[in-house]
């Protein structure tokens, strides 16, 4: 198929396609007027690569990831679950640091909103 049939089927741009093909993470053949053909069995990879995206991984990451996909083996698969482990980390590390973050503004809305009361109570007395 070619890679509008696998963007449309995979739910994805022909932009994307092309930076999966750029980073490593899809590959296609190439007729003789050099269009990009593909199997069955990339829009299932396409699928799957958009889930790890949406899990909040990085294409480098998911280049990583890949073995574990297309040669299972408990090796690969250890390999994928510790970096899959960082990643969980990474995020729980940047998740905690938006809790700060959050909690840093609540308290100066807090405060503000008191000032505001305070001021207005000045001004009705």
Known sequence: ??????????????????????????????????????????????????RLFAAGLSSRTIAELLPCVDSPSEENS????DRMAQELDRLSGHIAELVRTRDALAGLMAMAQAHRERLRSAVAD
Do not use: N, P
């Not at 049939?5 to 396609?17: K, Y």
């Not at 250890?78 to 679950?81: I, R, S, T, V, Y």
């Open 78 to 81: 250890d390999a994928a679950l």
């Open 1 to 50: 198929m070619r890679i509008g049939e696998l963007a449309s089927r995979a739910g994805v741009s022909v932009r994307s396609l092309r930076y999966y093909e750029e980073q490593g993470l899809l590959t296609s053949t190439r007729s003789a007027s050099g269009q990009r053909h593909y199997t069955e069995h990339e829009v299932e990879r396409v699928v799957f690569i958009q």
